[in-house]
T-cell receptor, first 110, second 113 residues
Framework: NAGVTQTPKFQVLKTGQSMTLQCAQDMNHNSMYWYRQDPGMGLRLIYYSASEGTTDKGEVPNGYNVSRLNKREFSLRLESAAPSQTSVYFC?????????FGPGTRLLVL | AQSVAQPEDQVNVAEGNPLTVKCTYSVSGNPYLFWYVQYPNRGLQFLLKYITGDNLVKGSYGFEAEFNKSQTSFHLKKPSALVSDSALYFCAVRSGGSYIPTFGRGTSLIVHP
């Protein structure tokens, strides 16, 4: 039981490049989330998926898109990366009123 | 709307002393309250939650939290701090009808040997 996994662990992009952050959970949870963490800002919700086939915007969705590929997988795409998107990205799933977080992806946009 | 305040960016405590990390919240209806811990370069880990029932909630690693409805607080406590408790602690709240918790900005706990 791996819980929530994320790939890659670390990525460096140039401004304007695109990339997809992958997330998968093996706990059969319906709800999944993408957050970004910046110093002094806590966690900010980018997008969430209440169940397979649905996605909704969170607090800071601009510049991002998501895909709930199936019940296990929820990916986050940056179409044209900007330096302001330099951050640590966390995926989470929810079960039994508790969120379970992945180890994070550190993204640096130059 | 729901919100969480963690009034202290950093809490310093000596090993063996009791610790408190403060959290106050605002939410419509009954609150669902959570504490998470984040160690360096790791994801958040669940510590404890209050949904209903006893106001004193016990969680992982000897931590506990007290729900105080009149003061809208959910402070995290431990009777005797360990150096290994040093980490970033997040309080979160959501209403019963929401999928989305709101997180505080986090409090850095530093336990000195």
């Amino acid at each position: 039981n791996a819980g929530v996994t994320q790939t890659p662990k670390f990525q460096v992009l140039k401004t304007g490049q695109s990339m997809t952050l992958q997330c998968a959970q093996d706990m059969n949870h319906n709800s999944m989330y993408w957050y970004r963490q910046d110093p002094g800002m806590g966690l900010r919700l980018i997008y969430y998926s209440a169940s397979e086939g649905t996605t909704d915007k969170g607090e800071v969705p601009n510049g991002y898109n998501v895909s709930r590929l199936n019940k296990r997988e929820f990916s986050l795409r940056l179409e044209s990366a900007a330096p302001s998107q330099t951050s640590v990205y966390f995926c989470a799933s929810r079960g039994q009123e508790t969120q379970y977080f992945g180890p994070g992806t550190r993204l640096l946009v130059l | 709307a729901q919100s969480v305040a963690q009034p202290e960016d950093q809490v310093n405590v000596a090993e063996g002393n009791p610790l408190t990390v403060k959290c106050t919240y605002s939410v419509s209806g009954n609150p669902y309250l959570f504490w998470y811990v984040q160690y360096p370069n790791r994801g958040l880990q669940f510590l404890l939650k209050y949904i209903t029932g006893d106001n004193l909630v016990k969680g992982s690693y000897g931590f506990e939290a007290e729900f105080n409805k009149s003061q809208t607080s959910f402070h995290l406590k431990k009777p005797s701090a360990l150096v290994s408790d040093s980490a970033l602690y997040f309080c979160a709240v959501r209403s019963g009808g929401s999928y989305i918790p709101t997180f505080g900005r986090g409090t850095s706990l530093i336990v000195h040997p």
